[in-house]
């Protein structure tokens, strides 16, 4: 019995770029000397309004030239061409000898053995297009496939959909936007869960981008950084540098007292209590200096990711915040802002009382550049 013959209908497009090519995906014929597009094995090879039909890429716009279809009706059923589903073209087939069955009764199958396709629902951004392979007469599993995310803050768009970092302001076509982690307060006051962040950092290092500021687990906090370019990088987000007191309201907890953002959660003392031991003092408790056990030993004493240290955190109603006590200093609003302004929460190389929400001991001009300064932003509208 003679097979089905089924020839694809690839009508000539316009190449997509001019010159030669060189170094670029090489550019087919067919029989009959047309330009059949680049070469492909997926649509993310193609241009954005392009997708790979058949090894090749086609512009889906140029709906005319390629005779795209989605059923039968739209192909020209009297010169024997039929729409294939798999590639949304009209396809050629051949007639069978008089006399003859076609195999499988005549009826098209939605796919061919060993016939790929792309799969997936974007190729922009973090996503990827995957690849389906039929088999048995149906397309298998989308395989390699990387789908939409929700928007994070990382300097990628991660939904997909052509912005990065995007504020719930502007979330793009796909809802989705960023959420700094955020902590209620009171009724009229919110703040960062961490200490700020750049949007290109991460666990070993700051980043270098400062088009937004974000609040992150597992980031290293933004310092370097003057009062006036943290009340700038807070304004990237609708917020502000937080005012003294808001940040002390914080760093108090709920119970209203507690001399450190520091919660042992076995037992280990409380917020009123905290080890000048370095010795005895517990490895989960926050990140201030250390004394080394050996005498002429290195200094380990280093900024850490935002988060790092699991009970040093202020205890909210709402939720945690983390690292008030140690780690970074945090420029704050104080009443002779911007001429003085206070440091608070002391940093990596502060002994534990220079830790306390009370220390008031550091204030600073507002063009004071140092690697154990950062901030944190604050609210009185909900983010």
């Known amino acids: ?18 010159g030669c090519g060189c170094g670029g995906p090489r550019i087919d014929v067919d029989d009959a000397g047309n330009n059949v597009g680049p070469t ?44 294939l589903p798999s590639t949304g073209q009209c396809i050629h087939m051949e007639p069978v000898d008089a006399g003859e069955e076609p195999d499988g009764g005549g009826v098209l199958p939605a796919c061919f053995d060993g016939e790929p396709r792309s799969c997936g629902t974007s190729k922009f951004g973090e996503c990827r297009l995957g690849t389906q392979t039929c088999g048995d007469g149906g397309f298998g599993s989308c395989s390699g496939v990387v789908n939409p995310l929700d928007e994070v803050c990382n300097l990628r768009d991660d939904d997909c959909d052509g912005l990065v970092d995007e504020p719930k302001t502007m979330p793009g076509s796909n809802p989705s ?48 950084v003057t009062y006036n370019e943290a009340v700038s990088a807070c304004g990237t987000v609708g917020m502000t540098l937080c005012e003294l007191n808001d940040w ?51 200094d380990t004493d280093a900024l850490k990711p935002a988060g790092s240290k699991p009970e040093c955190y202020a205890d909210l109603n709402e939720g945690n915040v983390f690292d008030l006590s140690g780690n970074a200093k945090e420029w704050t609003v104080g009443p ?48």
């Open 1 to 18: 019995m003679k097979q089905l013959r089924l020839e694809v209908l690839l009508l000539a497009l316009a190449p997509f770029a001019a």
């Open 40 to 83: 492909c094995t997926d649509d993310a090879q193609c241009a954005p309004s392009g997708r790979c039909v058949m090894g090749h890429c086609q512009d889906v716009a140029l709906t005319d030239a390629m005779v795209l279809c989605a059923t039968n009706a739209e192909c020209d059923a009297d010169a024997g061409f039929v729409c």
């Open 177 to 224: 936007y960023v959420q700094d982690a955020i902590v209620k307060v009171s009724d009229n006051l919110w703040i960062y869960a961490y200490e700020a962040s750049r949007p290109d950092a991460d666990a070993t290092k700051q980043g270098i981008v400062n088009a937004r500021t974000c609040s992150r687990a597992g980031a290293l906090p933004w310092t370097n």
């Open 248 to 298: 002390l309201g914080a760093c108090h907890g709920k119970s209203g007292s507690c001399n450190w953002s520091f919660t042992p959660t076995d037992g280990g003392g409380d917020c009123n209590s905290y080890s000048d031991d370095a010795n005895g003092r517990r490895s989960t408790g926050c990140n201030g200096h250390d004394v080394t056990q050996t005498p002429g030993s290195p």
């Open 336 to 383: 002779n802002s911007p001429g003085e302004n206070p440091l608070r929460g002391g940093s990596y190389n502060n002994s534990p009382n220079g830790l306390t929400c009370n220390f008031d001991f550091s204030v600073a001009g507002p063009d004071l550049r140092l690697p154990n300064v950062g901030f944190r932003c604050c609210s009185h509208n909900e983010p």
